[in-house]
């Protein structure tokens, strides 16, 4: 196996999921020129630095304008006049102690260019370009050509005429298992229909453990042919031997040589990567208008001027001229003008989202030269999102002047978007929920847009971690110094640095119904839109019902490895984040992970179970017997096999298990290793032989089940120690016994254990599947239970205080944690003859760790402010969701699904939509449950039959008269406190009540009707409905 301790995998460890050691190597040798330091050039080398090149050069010859601070995060109000390459490289150097960051600020001549393997140009002239490209493709100097133009973008690639790419996609090759393969040419292989094979025509695969067409086995990759999703075809296996049963199948990915044309060539050929599929015709068209907007400045020495209508007019004349002059590989018959006038328009505008999707890209394209890893872009890819422009809002319309240069950090929006926008941005209040990867990204784009850099506006960010070194790596507002210090306040610190004006309260808070009194009816109604930053779809789902209540708009994304996908959720407009979401987590079943395992997921899987039931579980149930009177009772009455485990894991940790020394606990690691993997194994051999049948006459170990063998204790088995000196350890700590890593230690006191013999007995029920074993755990023998209530019926008498539950920490490498993942998993996969997996892997499936990469986190928040662009401006049609994957490279948009309408009686409603009811008269008298009734059946001709608060029910037209008539005068919040026989919380301002109506059975099946929001204080509801006039009854002025 490799040496990998020439990469930091503390800093880099979520990276070296995407990229690999080998990929991360091959970067290290990289010197990298990024030419140009405005906003999407410090993008491209932030990301870059971040990732871990060899060193980074930045080189610019221009001095910093107003206009450059809309997207050049790292300059200051007092950099401008000065040269931006110096300006910023003081902080880009801090991003990454690994890579030296170097500043050139002259000419780019031939002998400059010769030291480095990759050069980036992202705000060159179109000779320039020419000019750099041609020398670097005969030197065989990877090329990338970055530019933005307002809400456009366009990037080149050239890695030379034979570039090696060494792993197209990234993904995990995929594995399946064989259940036959015919004689014949071709070969028919037909794998286990547990699931889809997935493979493709084209793929290459290799096999092993075939029994019979053993030919197979050592046969260097074969190219397969689809037959269908469980068949496919191989090579002429004719001449092979007979097959017998067995196999695995495994795609092997096939290194492939890509060849590209050198700038001046592609120009006139063009091969584009679509971005967009509605949008190919307008990609071809910027391909000429963007060479129009470089002969324009060539003529006249100065970009388009903002919303300049006769700059664009000569812009797009430009651009009919070069078609007509274009070789018929690259023209068009018909040119998309009025894109080319919206480009040259806004073409003065420096977007920061615009950068940080383009820059995203491009440092990927980057990391790839340098690599050989994922398949590069071939060779044009461009994006606009001239969807942001203003859809039909006056109050927002673009003119010459209102877009004119004002003197500002904010010039480069101003010149797409205007000062009104600007001045709208700054006014609002946001809340985002998160401030780890996406949050840094998002924080900085907030920054330069301006998001709340006004009067009344506000980000409320909250975090609950603290920063990790693991962070540093793509959480690129933290530095070394700020590991330990909170995220939200560390972030908050540092966006502040980029625009003091920026108005950030930092909260370290949970957001779910334990903090409702924080985040509640008062804080959500002051908001104008909500932004989530997380890695839960837990806390996604909570944060998306509070937007839904409250009727905010939400902007979500998340990213795992090179794939991003944002989705923007619009009142009234949209779903839900909740109702686009399917599905659950793939699950193992039970008798897998116990009896049956055949994947190394299974083994980890397993592990992960072990050390949660060893060394945390038992030990909560210890401390809740210790200090609960009740707890044997409880479990008594909860029975079933689940409270039998509980309590005798309880009476054998304070009993027999109980270790009184460190010699215990090593005592205890040994024989847990013979009963794991050689007792069980045997027990389970013992009633399934390997030569078992089923009753169908078909081998039991076959398919799926893969026939164990047991171990035999080693001392100078390397696994076999490491999980000794692991599980001794981790058991002699929930115990507050001090252990110790000396393995010669631990190896002498191994010899001095009396390892208890074993003999399988018959009669032992082995589930093989997981409704035997759900059966089962019903029928208990109650004499054992009700024997331990004698053995447990006086804690004191064990002369334990309390255990010490560990919670399992992936990222600390010296607790031992994953060293036990590790070790348990290889030895049980060493039972079942599966591949065991490394370290670095293990650490990744157990931890449930998720792949990450600076460059996917700056694309998709790029995307996403995109999406807040629109949504603040109120468009109605133009919003966009998105999937990217920049390892293709690939991005899909696509128009979010519209909030489904549906219908109850006359009224038609979405999820937005709910009924708010004021709950004090004028008179300052409370609603009676009748009150609310009758309202609804006058207002809206609707009759309540039950009413629910939550699972409590509050009113059932069913119930008998004296029922119905003591609810009925009550009022609604005495009504609530007596089901649920709670006091409603002061906080509690608005409460969320779910009607059923008499309608409904009228209506669409499984219909949810909207709900009541009931307001207990003083506050004026909003519309149910757009439009409605307030409910008639209801007075709006305040208690």
């Known amino acids: 196996m490799a040496d990998n301790t020439d990469i930091d995998e503390s800093l880099y460890s979520r990276q070296l999921y995407v990229l690999g050691h080998e990929a991360m190597r091959r970067m290290k040798e990289a010197d990298v020129l990024i030419s140009g330091m405005r906003g999407l050039g410090v993008e491209i080398a932030k990301n870059i630095i971040l990732a871990g090149v060899k060193s980074v050069t930045i080189h610019d010859e221009g001095q910093t304008q107003w206009g450059d601070l809309s997207s050049q995060f790292f300059l200051r109000e007092g950099d401008?006049?000065?040269?931006?390459?110096?300006?910023?490289?003081?902080?880009?150097?801090?991003?990454?102690?690994?890579?030296?960051?170097?500043?050139?600020?002259?000419?780019?001549?031939?002998?400059?260019?010769?030291?480095?393997?990759?050069?980036?140009?992202?705000?060159?002239?179109?000779?320039?370009?020419?000019?750099i490209g041609s020398f670097c493709h005969s030197c065989g100097i990877k090329f990338i050509v970055a530019d933005t133009k307002g809400l456009c973008g366009q990037l080149f690639c050239d890695f030379g005429d034979k570039f090696l790419v060494t792993d197209p996609d990234g993904e995990q090759p995929l594995s399946t298992m064989v259940?036959?393969?015919?004689?014949?040419?071709?070969?028919?292989?037909?794998?286990?229909?547990?699931?889809?094979?997935?493979?493709?025509?084209?793929?290459?695969?290799?096999?092993?453990?075939?029994?019979?067409?053993?030919?197979?086995?050592?046969?260097?990759?074969?190219?397969?042919?689809?037959?269908?999703?469980?068949?496919?075809?191989?090579?002429?296996?004719?001449?092979?031997?007979?097959?017998?049963?067995?196999?695995?199948?495994?795609?092997?990915?096939?290194?492939?040589?890509?060849?590209?044309?050198?700038?001046?060539?592609?120009?006139?050929?063009?091969?584009?990567?679509?971005?967009?599929?509605?949008?190919?015709?307008?990609?071809?068209?910027?391909?000429?208008?963007?060479?129009?907007?470089?002969?324009?400045?060539?003529?006249?020495?100065?970009?388009?001027?903002?919303?300049g209508e006769a700059d664009a007019e000569k812009v797009v004349a430009i651009t009919r001229?070069?078609?007509?002059?274009?070789?018929?590989?690259?023209?068009?018959?018909?040119?998309?003008?009025?894109?080319?006038?919206?480009?040259?328009?806004?073409?003065?505008g420096d977007l920061s989202p615009i950068n940080a999707f383009i820059g995203g890209v491009a440092?990927?394209?980057?990391?790839?030269?340098?690599?050989?890893?994922?398949?590069?872009?071939?060779?044009?890819?461009?994006?606009?999102?001239?969807?942001?422009?203003?859809?039909?809002?006056?109050?927002?319309?673009?003119?010459?002047?209102?877009?004119?240069?004002?003197?500002?950090?904010?010039?480069?929006?101003?010149?797409?978007?205007?000062?009104?926008?600007?001045?709208?941005?700054?006014?609002?209040?946001?809340?985002?929920?998160?401030?780890?990867?996406?949050?840094?990204?998002?924080?900085?784009?907030?920054?330069?847009?301006?998001?709340?850099?006004?009067?009344?506006?506000?980000?409320?960010?909250?975090?609950?971690?603290?920063?990790?070194?693991?962070?540093?790596?793509?959480?690129?507002?933290?530095?070394?110094?700020?590991?330990?210090?909170?995220?939200?306040?560390?972030?908050?610190?540092?966006?502040?640095k980029m625009n003091p004006s920026l108005h950030i309260s930092a909260h370290q808070n949970r957001v779910g119904p334990e903090t409702e009194h924080i985040y509640g009816h008062e804080f959500f109604s002051g908001l104008d839109g909500v932004v989530t930053a997380l890695d839960s779809v837990e806390a996604r789902m909570y944060v998306d019902r509070c937007c839904v209540r409250y009727q905010k708009p939400l902007l979500e994304s998340g990213?795992?490895?090179?794939?991003?996908?944002?989705?923007?959720?619009?009142?009234?407009?949209?779903?839900?984040?909740?109702?686009?979401?399917?599905?659950?987590?793939?699950?193992?079943?039970?008798?897998?992970?116990?009896?049956?395992?055949?994947?190394?997921?299974?083994?980890?899987?397993?592990?992960?179970?072990?050390?949660?039931?060893?060394?945390?579980?038992?030990?909560?149930?210890?401390?809740?017997?210790?200090?609960?009177?009740?707890?044997?009772?409880?479990?008594?009455?909860?029975?079933?096999?689940?409270?039998?485990?509980?309590?005798?894991?309880?009476?054998?940790?304070?009993?027999?298990?109980?270790?009184?020394?460190?010699?215990?606990?090593?005592?205890?690691?040994?024989?847990?290793?013979?009963?794991?993997?050689?007792?069980?194994?045997?027990?389970?051999?013992?009633?399934?032989?390997s030569d078992?049948?089923?009753?169908?006459?078909?081998?039991?170990?076959?398919?799926?089940?893969?026939?164990?063998?047991?171990?035999?204790?080693?001392?100078?088995?390397?696994?076999?120690?490491?999980?000794?000196?692991?599980?001794?350890?981790?058991?002699?700590?929930?115990?507050?016994?001090?252990?110790?890593?000396?393995?010669?230690?631990?190896?002498?006191?191994?010899?001095?254990?009396?390892?208890?013999?074993?003999?399988?007995?018959?009669?032992?029920?082995?589930?093989t599947t997981d409704k035997e074993m759900q059966d089962d755990k019903e029928g208990v023998d109650n004499s054992k239970l009700e024997e331990l209530e004698v053995k447990l019926a006086s804690p004191q008498n064990f002369g334990v205080s309390s255990m010490n539950p560990l919670e399992f920490e992936k990222d600390d490498d010296t607790n031992f944690h994953i060293d036990f993942i590790v070790a348990a998993s290889n030895l049980r996969a060493e039972n079942y003859d599966i591949p065991p997996a490394d370290r670095h892997k293990s650490k990744q499936i157990a931890g449930k760790i998720i792949p990450a990469i600076a460059t996917t986190t700056a694309a998709v928040v790029g995307l996403v402010c995109l999406e807040l662009y629109k949504v603040v401006q109120g468009h109605k049609k133009?919003?966009?969701?998105?999937?990217?994957?920049?390892?293709?490279?690939?991005?899909?948009?696509?128009?979010?699904?519209?909030?489904?309408?549906?219908?109850?009686?006359?009224?038609?409603?979405?999820?937005?939509?709910?009924?708010?009811?004021?709950?004090?008269?004028?008179?300052?008298?409370?609603?009676?449950?009748?009150d609310l009734l009758d309202h609804f059946k006058i207002t809206y001709s609707l009759e309540i039959t039950q009413l629910f608060y939550g699972a409590s029910m509050l009113y059932y037209s069913g119930n008998s008269e004296e029922k119905r008539t003591k609810r009925l005068k009550q009022r609604v919040s005495e009504a609530i406190q007596e089901v649920t026989n709670m006091e409603i919380p002061n906080h509690v301002q608005v409460l969320e009540l779910t009607p059923v109506f008499a309608e409904e059975n009228d209506s669409e099946e499984n219909l949810t009707v909207p709900f009541i929001l009931y307001y207990l204080r003083s506050f004026e509801p909003g519309l149910a409905w757009p439009g409605q006039s307030p409910l008639s009854w209801i007075q709006k002025e305040k208690h």
Request: with cysteine.
């Open 80 to 131: 401008v006049g000065q040269n931006r390459a110096e300006s910023c490289k003081s902080q880009l150097a801090e991003l990454n102690v690994y890579v030296p960051v170097t500043c050139y600020t002259g000419p780019l001549s031939e002998d400059i260019l010769s030291v480095f393997q990759v050069v980036v140009l992202t705000n060159a002239s179109l000779e320039e370009q020419l000019r």
């Open 363 to 496: 440092a990927q394209e980057v990391m790839k030269a340098c690599s050989g890893k994922f398949t590069p872009l071939k060779q044009w890819l461009y994006f606009d999102a001239l969807e942001c422009l203003p859809e039909e809002n006056e109050e927002l319309a673009v003119t010459e002047e209102t877009c004119a240069p004002r003197g500002c950090r904010y010039d480069g929006q101003i010149a797409v978007f205007g000062s009104a926008f600007q001045e709208k941005l700054a006014g609002l209040k946001y809340f985002m929920v998160g401030a780890g990867a996406l949050g840094c990204e998002l924080l900085k784009n907030f920054a330069m847009i301006g998001l709340a850099a006004g009067e009344g506006g506000n980000i409320t960010v909250t975090d609950m971690d603290s920063i990790e070194k693991s962070n540093l790596n793509r959480q690129f507002l933290f530095r070394q110094g700020d590991v330990t210090k909170l995220k939200s306040e560390t972030a908050a610190l540092a966006i502040r």
């Open 692 to 767: 078992k049948v089923t009753s169908s006459g078909l081998p039991f170990w076959s398919g799926s089940k893969r026939c164990p063998h047991p171990l035999i204790f080693d001392p100078n088995n390397t696994t076999h120690m490491d999980y000794i000196v692991a599980s001794a350890n981790l058991y002699a700590q929930t115990y507050g016994i001090e252990g110790t890593r000396d393995r010669g230690e631990i190896a002498r006191t191994l010899q001095a254990v009396s390892v208890p013999d074993f003999t399988p007995r018959s009669g032992i029920r082995i589930h």
């Open 559 to 689: 990213t795992q490895g090179t794939k991003g996908h944002t989705q923007v959720i619009v009142p009234f407009l949209t779903e839900s984040y909740g109702q686009e979401q399917g599905g659950t987590q793939n699950t193992f079943p039970m008798c897998t992970l116990k009896n049956f395992p055949h994947s190394i997921l299974h083994t980890l899987q397993w592990a992960r179970d072990e050390f949660e039931g060893l060394f945390k579980q038992t030990a909560e149930h210890v401390n809740q017997y210790l200090q609960d009177p009740q707890f044997v009772k409880r479990m008594l009455k909860q029975g079933g096999a689940e409270a039998l485990d509980i309590l005798q894991g309880v009476y054998d940790s304070l009993g027999a298990r109980r270790p009184r020394d460190w010699a215990g606990c090593v005592s205890w690691a040994r024989c847990h290793w013979e009963s794991c993997y050689r007792n069980n194994i045997q027990q389970l051999l013992h009633c399934f032989p």
């Open 321 to 348: 001229t070069l078609n007509q002059e274009a070789p018929s590989t690259s023209q068009r018959e018909q040119l998309d003008e009025s894109a080319v006038r919206k480009l040259a328009l806004g073409a003065a």
């Open 878 to 930: 133009t919003y966009q969701n998105s999937f990217i994957n920049l390892a293709m490279p690939s991005c899909n948009l696509w128009k979010p699904i519209e909030a489904r309408k549906h219908k109850v009686s006359e009224l038609e409603y979405t999820l937005w939509h709910h009924f708010p009811i004021q709950g004090f008269k004028a008179d300052g008298e409370e609603m009676t449950v009748t």
């Open 179 to 307: 259940v036959h393969i015919s004689k014949g040419n071709p070969g028919v292989v037909t794998c286990l229909d547990e699931k889809r094979h997935g493979l493709q025509d084209g793929d290459y695969v290799t096999f092993s453990e075939v029994h019979g067409m053993t030919e197979l086995n050592n046969h260097e990759p074969i190219e397969i042919r689809i037959i269908d999703t469980y068949m496919f075809s191989i090579c002429d296996t004719s001449g092979f031997s007979e097959y017998k049963k067995g196999g695995i199948v495994t795609e092997v990915k096939m290194p492939k040589t890509l060849t590209f044309k050198p700038l001046k060539d592609s120009l006139n050929d063009p091969e584009m990567n679509v971005t967009d599929f509605s949008k190919i015709e307008r990609h071809y068209t910027f391909h000429i208008a963007f060479q129009a907007l470089h002969r324009f400045v060539k003529e006249t020495g100065r970009l388009p001027k903002p919303r």
